[in-house]
């Protein structure tokens, strides 16, 4: 894939056997064109009182969301299903596997446009989680019924905080976010709320204080969303690093898909 400053679009590389893809806009100039026209002191002043929560029911622009469901429909031979008793049925596709695939979802984790503007909303410098974090930008499935995933925060192992962005994607379904504010707070009573996210809808949260799920799927329902996690400090102690890639592991992606990048990793270094 080539880049150059002065395109106004990106020439994805499509799956094998999936139909050609519309050409991707520039990242950077999507998201500018709609943030710069968004009243950003009254989103920062609502996701600050919400105990940094903020949902917009419509944040990418056209074009983009055309890519990104095409993104999603091309990878779904590519999905890695988990089914954990009482928490958690559905599929993931890992950064991992959209970096070979689905490169326009990698260009728009990293525009700068959108980090910035993110920036503003929680007031933190945002870094890019590292290149082995298989949730850094991940695709989640829910295609059969049942398909859902039970209360709970993002919770972060990296030594500072983690932010996550979720972007709706295909919405053919009744599942819902459930979610409760200022749970991490004794001073402030719990407020739930509950949405159903859009294609081209946002919701950006700290994952270590917003408690949440997703309502499982009917019969013949599809809902897919698109995570970006960013932090503000990208270390990670080794024992919280063996503890997340246990649970992306088992939970999300496989063993294989886990574990093979740390290989890699390691021969890089060798």
């Avoid at 710069?36 to 940094?52: C, H, M, S, V, Y």
């Amino acid at each position: 894939m080539s880049t150059h400053a002065e395109d106004d679009v990106i020439t994805p590389v499509p799956a094998a056997g999936s139909p050609a893809a519309p050409p991707a806009p520039n990242a950077d100039r999507a998201i500018a064109s709609r943030t710069r026209g968004f009243d950003n002191p009254r989103l920062r002043k609502d996701f600050a009182e919400q105990d940094a929560f903020l949902y917009l029911e419509d944040f990418l622009a056209p074009e983009v969301t055309a890519q990104l469901v095409h993104s999603a429909r091309s990878l779904l031979e590519e999905v890695n299903r988990n089914y954990l008793p009482g928490h958690k049925q559905g599929g993931s596709v890992s950064r991992h596997t959209i970096d070979r695939l689905a490169p326009f979802i990698a260009e728009l984790y990293r525009s700068k446009e959108l980090i910035g503007w993110l920036e503003q909303l929680s007031g933190d410098k945002l870094q890019l989680s590292p290149a082995d974090d298989p949730h850094a930008y991940a695709l989640y499935y829910y295609t059969r019924p049942g398909d859902h995933i039970g209360w709970h925060y993002d919770t972060s192992y990296y030594d500072g905080r983690r932010y996550t962005l979720l972007l709706g994607v295909i919405d053919e379904s009744s599942c819902r976010l459930d979610y409760e504010l200022h749970t991490r707070n004794p001073d402030v009573a719990d407020q739930p709320g509950s949405v159903q996210i859009p294609p081209g809808g946002l919701v950006f949260f700290d994952g270590d204080k917003l408690r949440h799920r997703i309502t499982p799927a009917g019969a013949n329902e599809m809902r897919v969303s698109l995570t970006f996690e960013y932090v503000t400090d990208p270390n990670m102690r080794p024992w919280r690093r063996f503890i997340s890639n246990m649970k992306d592991a088992i939970a999300y992606f496989g063993f294989r898909q886990v574990f093979r990048q740390m290989t890699r990793r390691a021969k890089d270094h060798a």
